[in-house]
């Protein structure tokens, strides 16, 4: 059996999973608002997965977006001032909407914003760990989110894909799974170059793929392939396995945890030094 085919019959055994979707997985691309039936699907299959046996992060984007909707805001907001109010009124819409979904399927949902400093100050940091292992102990599913209505340059991490990275390396997840509008990695960027390869599976994130990963970007959310890479290079150096897949069909959810080859796997390559530190970028 191949190494990858191995790893992929693994994924079954996870047990403490994060899973990150963003807002382009969220939205309907024509006009920018919720889709439900997505949202819907998103919320049984991983209610699903805790009724499995196993431990469930959600990291959800998608707050700036249903607050710039909210109020009837055309283009997407510029200023940080604007911004941060949106994610305000944004973020409680968005957790009004999960509550109601997780309730419906009696799951007890839990909601933690968090900044950069969040993870800096060593006394926060296990603060944070401890309130994520209550919440799993006490059988919640966290919806985690940047706190954008006070996070400014110097403390923000700037995009989710990070963040879920950083989620899964404080909690010690073992798979990370990333959602998104394309299918995994390529060579190049599909929509460019039609020559472009699609790539099932990186056992080592290293220069090589780095360099694949830049120059493609969704329209809709924050982060591209590039910062995709460089949450493989964190999540996995923390010792998570990562797949990133299409979050058009929620489904992929349980087919990936059930080992189905979906999307891009990144096999976990835990260094013994690892610290979360060093993978924070300074401010700049
Ligand atoms: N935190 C942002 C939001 O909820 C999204 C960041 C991202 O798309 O990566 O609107």
Redesign the pocket.
Known sequence: MSEHTDLREKLKDKKRIVVKV??SSLTHPETGLLDLIKLEKLVRELTDLHNRGKEIILVS?????VGRKTIGMKERPQKLSVKQAC?SI??ARLMMMYQKLFMEYNQVASQILMTKNTLVNGENRINARNTFDTLLEMGSIPVV??N?TISTYEIEFG???TLSAVVAALVQADLLILLSDIDGLFTDDPNRNPEAKFVEYVDHVDQHFEEMGRGTASDV???GMSTKLKAAKLATSAGADMVIANGADMGVIHRIVDGERIGTLFKANRTEDFYLIDYLDAPS
């Open positions: 963003g807002t984007s998608g707050a700036i977006a994610a944004g973020q989110n940047e954008d995009d989710n894909d959310g924050t982060g």
